[in-house]
């Protein structure tokens, strides 16, 4: 049997996912990240995107949505600290869709600074969570 | 019968006490829920949490965050966790009475400490036996927010990092189970070294990317929101279960009460009826004759 990889994933909101895994995908901070077993030693932000774990053995991949958060890789332990996680399959493209047009008019009619960075975090989530759908989407 | 009115005022006192008990109790039972629910839906996180921050206190890293150095001890701060509303059993009480016996200890070997309190309860506490306290947050409600929060634990965070204080313990009640809560004091910085952590005691580090620094901070920032706030909504958690025994026990012991009044009244009536009829057969005997 391949070598796996101890996964936990949890969010503010609760446990979401604990498992075996031969390889997991993560948005770290500098770009996407895949942790193999045996992975040095890492801790790294993650962005908004999608977390993937390959369970192995021919079985599909599990996908999740985080919103941000840390992940700590030891060599057989990947802990995921997500700030708010969803499955993927939970995600509502309505409302991603929703929030992203949201976004996109605060942006475009600006009044107060404060409201912009804020506006451009929606924005990168709204976006992060539509991708999400869209791999999720394709690979059925 | 002058006694038998009284007994019957009391009952009609305390069936009315009972009422409202007996209100509480099912009240303090369906937000017991609501907090029970909360509080487990966010200790997963914390404990990961604290797992992580475990092995990070042990990592050897080329950038030293200040919650990481641990310094000689001189004052400590306590963020003290209680509730807002009273009615709930010994819970605050059982807090408060292993805290001074702590501090008493420490005072005792020459530390100081200051406090910084989360509920009306610990804040009333700390103001009467005296001492410095720092920073306060009460009426927090029943669904506390994390940034109701922040701003009263940054008092102590910036406390710590300007040399004031030299290390931060959280003290809130911890969920056993309903009927069983237990005071917990608990190290909160310099970052306590994990459990159970034998093959990462060698000489190591983690890869952090963007840097040490950055992603310290981003993980100490998060580590101390959601250890307050697991102990906030712990602590909430507590305080429902604790007053719906609270409640529920005194409500039996109305019942109780009531049960014992109520047969006094009957036998103040029963010995009032029985001096009648003496009196009434008495005075027709005294006629006949």
Redesign the interface.
């Known amino acids: 049997m391949a070598m796996t990889i101890h996964v936990d994933i949890v969010s503010a909101e609760g446990h979401m996912y604990s498992g075996q895994g031969e390889m997991v995908y993560a948005p770290a901070i500098m770009g996407e990240i895949g942790i193999a077993p045996r992975h040095a030693p890492l801790v790294t932000q993650l962005k908004p995107g999608e977390l993937r774990v390959d369970p192995g053995g021919g079985k599909e991949q599990e996908h999740f949505y985080v919103s941000g958060g840390m992940i700590e890789v030891q060599p057989f332990k990947v802990t995921v600290l997500a700030d708010t996680g969803v499955r993927a399959a939970d995600l509502d493209e309505a409302a991603a869709q929703e929030a992203k047009r949201r976004a996109e008019d605060a942006l475009a009619n600006q009044k107060a600074d404060i409201d912009l960075a804020k506006a451009q975090v929606e924005l990168a989530e709204a976006v992060a969570q539509l991708r999400a759908i869209e791999r999720l989407r394709k690979m059925r | 019968m002058a006694g038998a009115k009284e007994i019957r005022t009391k009952i009609a006192s305390v069936k009315s006490t009972q009422k409202i008990t007996s209100a509480m109790e099912m009240v303090a039972a369906s937000k017991m829920r609501k907090a029970q629910d909360r509080m ?3 200790r ?2 914390a ?3 604290r ?2 921050i475990g ?2 206190a042990l ?1 050897n890293p080329e950038y030293k965050h200040p919650f990481m150095h641990a310094r000689e001890v001189k004052r400590i701060g306590f963020i003290i966790v209680s509730s807002d509303r009273g009615l709930c059993g010994g819970l605050n009480n059982n807090l408060f009475r292993a805290l001074v016996r702590d501090i008493r200890a420490l005072r005792d070997a020459g530390t100081e400490v200051e406090y910084c309190t989360i509920g009306t309860k610990a804040l009333g506490f700390f103001r009467r036996v005296g001492g410095k306290v720092a920073a306060q947050a009460t009426h927090l409600g029943d669904a506390p927010h994390i940034d109701d929060l922040v701003g009263t634990v940054k008092v102590m965070l910036d406390a710590y990092m300007n040399g004031e204080i030299d290390e931060i313990r959280i003290a809130y009640n911890n969920f056993v189970n309903t009927m069983t809560q237990k005071p917990t004091v608990e190290q909160l910085v310099p970052l306590p070294p994990g459990e159970n952590a034998e093959d990462l005691k060698h000489h ?7 840097g040490a620094k ?2 310290l901070n ?2 100490l920032t ?1 580590y101390i929101e ?1 250890l307050v706030y697991q102990s906030v909504v712990e602590n909430s958690a507590c305080e429902q279960s604790a007053r719906m025994v609270a409640m529920k026990s005194a409500t039996d012991n109305a019942g109780e009460l009531i049960d014992e009044l109520q047969l006094v009244y009957n036998k103040a009536r029963q010995a009032a009826i029985t001096q009648e009829i003496s009196e009434i057969v008495g005075g027709a005997a005294a006629v006949s004759n």
Do not use: N
Not at chain 2, 204 to 210: F, L, M, N, R, V
């Open positions: 487990q839906a966010t997963p996180y404990e990961k949490m797992q992580v092995h990070v990592a190591w580090d983690y890869i952090y990317e963007p950055e992603v981003g993980l998060r959601s």
